[in-house]
């Protein structure tokens, strides 16, 4: 079975706030393509927030067999913060995110119902701030081709959504193409079809 070559991410950063018996929850999102970034966006906002009660937290990165999560309660009771931060991550199968909520408290306890749902009501105000956007795993292959089949070839690539990131034109012209890893085949055949099986994959 082939894995697939998309996955769904934030698009763009979001900053919410919410207030609930006097205490303060602010989310924020931001996208991180692997665990260090997400922990240098971490390390960042504790330093920012660092008079906050708490900074829960939330990750996931990479995607398929390559999925890493962490979530974080930062000192809440267990359970109540940052698994629900999670959960909503997870429940829309976002990757590619770090979602942190800063709490500062307001002097009202809350309980552990009415934290869990503070926590998953700002995380879930804030991916929604955020946006939620399609992205695709792509791979960059080499493609040579005569000249006369040039127009012809970056037509196809064009048409099969690919795109062509480097041209260089001599005796005959390499190009760059950068691809979704599930359409590389069918690009390869077309290419092959359209050109008379001139062009080939360098």
């Given at each position: 079975?082939?894995?697939?070559?998309?996955?769904?991410?934030?698009?763009?950063?979001a900053?919410t706030e919410?207030?609930?018996?006097?205490?303060?929850?602010?989310?924020?999102?931001?996208?991180?393509?692997?665990?260090?970034r997400?922990?240098?966006?971490?390390?960042?906002?504790?330093?920012?927030?660092?008079?906050?009660?708490?900074?829960?937290?939330?990750?996931?990165?990479?995607f398929?067999?390559?999925?890493?999560?962490?979530?974080?309660?930062?000192?809440?009771?267990s359970?109540?913060?940052?698994r629900?931060?999670?959960?909503?991550?997870?429940g829309?199968?976002l990757?590619?995110?770090?979602?942190?909520?800063?709490?500062?408290?307001?002097?009202?306890?809350l309980?552990?119902?009415?934290?869990?749902?503070?926590y998953?009501?700002?995380?879930?105000n804030?991916?929604k701030?955020?946006?939620?956007?399609?992205?695709?795993?792509?791979?960059?292959?080499?493609v040579?081709?005569?000249?006369?089949?040039?127009?012809?070839?970056?037509?196809?690539?064009?048409?099969?959504?690919?795109?062509?990131?480097?041209?260089?034109?001599?005796?005959?012209?390499?190009?760059?193409?950068e691809?979704?890893?599930?359409l590389?085949?069918?690009?390869?055949?077309?290419?092959?079809?359209?050109?008379?099986?001139?062009?080939r994959?360098?």
């Amino acid at each position: 079975m082939q894995q697939s070559d998309s996955y769904h991410t934030i698009r763009s950063e979001a900053c919410t706030e919410i207030k609930i018996k006097g205490s303060k929850f602010i989310g924020r999102a931001f996208a991180c393509e692997d665990v260090a970034r997400a922990q240098e966006i971490l390390n960042r906002i504790r330093k920012e927030f660092h008079d906050a009660t708490h900074n829960c937290y939330a990750y996931r990165v990479g995607f398929g067999k390559h999925l890493v999560f962490k979530y974080s309660d930062d000192g809440e009771p267990s359970g109540t913060a940052g698994r629900p931060i999670y959960d909503q991550l997870k429940g829309q199968d976002l990757t590619n995110v770090i979602l942190i909520v800063t709490r500062y408290y307001g002097g009202t306890k809350l309980g552990t119902g009415g934290l869990t749902h503070a926590y998953s009501t700002s995380a879930a105000n804030t991916i929604k701030q955020a946006g939620v956007i399609e992205q695709y795993v792509t791979d960059r292959i080499t493609v040579a081709v005569q000249l006369a089949d040039y127009n012809v070839a970056a037509r196809l690539i064009c048409q099969i959504g690919a795109k062509i990131v480097q041209s260089d034109f001599a005796d005959r012209v390499t190009l760059v193409v950068e691809i979704r890893i599930s359409l590389r085949e069918k690009l390869m055949n077309d290419l092959a079809n359209v050109t008379s099986g001139r062009a080939r994959i360098v």
